[in-house]
């Protein structure tokens, strides 16, 4: 049976602060919710970082041995961006969290930004709230208010863990320093929310529209990594929008005219998005979207061999940007390291993490670590698209023929499964496409097993999500990412500063060894796996003997 969920009774009021604000009500309470938390996040990582560096590196000499190791490592300055002065607390602050928290920002913006306007839209919730007193142009109007709002949320949260740390004596920051380097921080959340409704104005779906902003996200990224790899192309960090918050560089040599091309995205997006939004109708969107087609009845035969046809546009999408990622990051490893200073100092660093080999080979096993973050977002997308399916009702079309919920869950995870780990081996055979007639060190079958070295950390995922999925349906995709997020921090944060080891623990990556730069450590990998293997069961379990539950 199906769970309904029946209103208190009571005295209903208007969401908002009245009838013609009711979108802007319902959107800002959302988004206000979602960024106060990951503002929370931010600023719990920015206290805790900066305590533990000026802590561990509490002189100058402590200082320049580690900008020595790290600030000349092509592979670090790809994940986190161009190291600074970063023997510096200016400088280090500057590199360590300008790129991670822009990044996760920039995914927040794109994902809230999704869900909030055609997610609703395509519900049939937006259609509701337009009968009332407005038109689609000022509920547009509103509901990019509403987004603001959450943005506000997240900025407050963050510039009160940079003012709380810049006033301990060993850090000393200025009010005008926390401030600027807040505006810095949420910079890329402003920019993608932008973008992210855009792409609502353009796409019928939410998924669609959730899928061009990422794609946005990813070249941006993608971008400002090739940039801080090779000093030869530095100047692709201004074709980014993630690259231009890089030079800012808000503590050490101040450049806000670097912020005038995020203001002009930002600015440009909305006004586009506000409107598109008022010369379409609802339901539709302004890119041409086919309202029929001949019927195609291949992959229909089972519940099944109907999610293999579900789950192709997703493949089709996610695979090749994997591969092309992968061809990218070996065709530039060798000119990534030709010229970097250091080499030994990092070669230790990486040694005490399990890995050897060249130049090249070090700097795969470390920018392999953003593939493992892609495909674990792959695996996190599978799990929120097993629980949509019964948000949204299909599954009921199918429960009611003769289909056991454990074979269709089944069928599900399995496919689930064999992306993952398409998306691996294509990885590995990616990268060395790219590395093919540079660096013969690298060997073929080491990056192969390289790719599925990644694969642990997205079934871990996978299984984590199944068991939200049977435990708590409606926070599958909280829990999910909530995850995925925390696991991202403490890897990154323990990437230069030494954690408790019961802490690096919770972090999946953290047991992911570097290869190519290493052999994997299966042992490791196959408790991973395990340990998602039995959280699919225990959610399969669960889900079996649950209701069915709406959104």
């Known amino acids: 049976m199906t769970e309904l969920t029946l209103p208190r009774p009571g005295v209903l009021r208007p969401a908002g602060g009245g009838?013609?604000?009711?979108?802007?009500?319902?959107?800002?309470?959302?988004?206000?919710?979602?960024?106060?938390?990951?503002?929370?996040?931010?600023?719990?990582?920015?206290?805790?970082?900066?305590?533990?560096?000026?802590?561990?590196?509490?002189?100058?000499?402590a200082r320049d041995q580690m900008a020595r190791v790290y600030g000349t490592n092509a592979g670090m300055n790809a994940i986190f961006g161009q190291a600074d002065a970063i023997n510096t607390i200016d400088g280090w602050v500057t590199w360590r969290f300008v790129g991670i928290v822009g990044l996760l920002g920039s995914a927040w913006g794109v994902l809230t930004a999704t869900r909030?306007?055609?997610?609703?839209?395509?519900?049939?919730?937006?259609?509701?709230?337009?009968?009332?007193?407005?038109?689609?142009?000022?509920?547009?109007g509103q509901a990019i208010a509403g987004l603001g709002v959450g943005l506000a949320a997240m900025f407050v949260l963050t510039a009160l863990g940079t003012i709380a740390v810049g006033r301990r004596s060993t850090v000393d920051f200025g009010l005008g320093q926390c401030l600027y380097l807040s505006v810095t921080l949420v910079a890329g959340a402003a920019m993608f929310l932008a973008v992210g409704a855009l792409a609502c104005q353009l796409m019928a779906t939410r998924r669609s529209a959730?899928?061009?902003?990422?794609?946005?996200?990813?070249?941006?990224?993608?971008?400002?990594?090739?940039?801080?790899?090779?000093?030869?192309?530095?100047?692709?960090?201004?074709?980014?929008?993630l690259g231009w918050l890089e030079q800012v560089r808000p503590l050490t040599e101040p450049n806000p005219t670097a912020l005038l091309p995020a203001l002009?995205?930002?600015?440009?997006?909305?006004?586009?998005?506000l409107h598109l939004v008022g010369v379409r109708d609802v339901g539709t969107a302004a890119l041409p979207d086919r309202h029929s087609a001949r019927p195609r009845l291949a992959l229909l035969g089972g519940p099944t061999r109907f999610a293999a046809r579900l789950q192709r546009p997703v493949a089709l999408g996610w695979l090749p940007v994997i591969t092309a990622f992968s061809v990218l990051l070996g065709a530039v490893a060798e000119s990534s390291t030709e010229d970097a200073t250091g080499s030994k100092d990092v070669e230790q660093a990486i040694g005490r993490l399990g890995g050897h080999g060249s130049s090249a080979a070090l700097y795969l096993g470390l920018t392999f670590l953003v593939v493992a973050l892609l495909v674990a977002l792959v695996a996190a997308g599978q799990s929120t698209a097993i629980r949509a399916e019964e948000a949204e009702g299909h599954l009921d079309n199918l429960l009611v023929r003769p289909v056991r919920r454990a074979s269709w869950l089944a069928g599900r995870l399995g496919l689930s499964c064999l992306l993952l780990v398409a998306a691996g081996l294509l990885a590995g055979v990616g990268a060395w496409v790219g590395t093919a007639g540079q660096d013969d060190t690298v060997r073929p079958g080491a990056l192969v097993t390289a790719g599925l070295n990644v694969v642990p950390p997205g079934l871990l995922l996978l299984g984590l999500g199944t068991l939200a999925f049977g435990a708590w349906p409606r926070r599958t995709s909280?829990?999910?990412?909530?995850?995925?997020?925390?696991?991202?921090?403490?890897?990154?944060?323990?990437?230069?500063?030494?954690?408790?080891?019961?802490?690096?623990?919770?972090?999946?990556?953290?047991?992911?060894?570097?290869?190519?730069?290493?052999?994997?450590?299966?042992?490791?990998?196959?408790?991973?796996?395990?340990?998602?293997?039995?959280?699919?069961?225990?959610?399969?379990?669960?889900?079996?003997?649950r209701d069915l539950k709406d959104e």
């Open 210 to 241: 959730a899928a061009m902003a990422g794609g946005v996200l990813g070249v941006a990224y993608a971008l400002r990594m090739v940039a801080d790899s090779n000093p030869s192309v530095h100047w692709l960090v201004w074709l980014s929008p």
């Open 478 to 545: 909280m829990v999910v990412y909530a995850y995925l997020t925390w696991s991202v921090l403490v890897e990154f944060a323990g990437g230069t500063v030494h954690l408790s080891h019961w802490l690096l623990d919770t972090s999946v990556f953290f047991h992911m060894a570097p290869a190519p730069a290493g052999g994997p450590d299966w042992s490791s990998a196959a408790i991973i796996t395990g340990l998602g293997v039995v959280g699919a069961l225990l959610g399969g379990l669960l889900f079996s003997r």
């Open 264 to 273: 002009v995205l930002l600015v440009g997006a909305a006004a586009l998005a």
């Open 19 to 61: 009838p013609r604000l009711v979108v802007a009500g319902q959107v800002s309470r959302r988004a206000a919710r979602s960024g106060a938390l990951w503002g929370l996040v931010f600023a719990l990582f920015i206290v805790v970082q900066t305590v533990t560096y000026t802590s561990e590196y509490d002189t100058q000499a």
């Open 116 to 140: 909030l306007l055609r997610g609703d839209e395509e519900s049939g919730r937006y259609e509701l709230l337009l009968a009332g007193q407005t038109t689609r142009r000022r509920a547009g």
